[in-house]
């Protein structure tokens, strides 16, 4: 069974940093797209970047040259780093993994959600 472990947020003053990191485990014969999505309350989650299995990289504006997503695929990890962050920032970060296994085939998969909080 597929499991996607976020961990790393937390609260973090604006102009602060922090890193976010995601396992992927459980039955995976291979894995192709990574990402991380947030969602403020009330709203729809939404894109903060994407990553391919060969290293190519998609970033929403909001977040373009303060956060970095990168991905070591032996270790089966996405992580995102997050730099200059501002209160808006605060959200549930969530990775995302297009993950293929022997039993299921192809699928996305969610992590639970980790909190980030930034303080003005």
């Known amino acids: 069974q597929v499991q996607l472990v976020e961990s790393g947020g937390g609260l973090v003053q604006a102009g602060g940093s922090l890193k976010l990191s995601c396992v992927a485990s459980g039955g995976i014969f291979s894995i192709n797209a990574m990402g991380w999505y947030r969602q403020f309350p009330g709203k729809q989650r939404e894109l903060v970047a994407t990553?391919?299995?060969?290293?190519?990289?998609n970033y929403a504006d909001s977040v373009k040259d303060r956060f970095t997503i990168s991905r070591d695929n032996a270790k089966k990890t996405v992580y995102l780093q997050m730099s200059s962050l501002k209160p808006e920032d605060t959200a549930v970060y969530y990775c995302s993994a297009d993950i293929y296994t022997m039993f299921d085939g192809r699928n996305d998969y969610w992590g639970q959600g980790t909190q980030v909080t930034v303080s003005s």
């Open positions: 990553i391919a299995r060969g290293g190519g990289t």
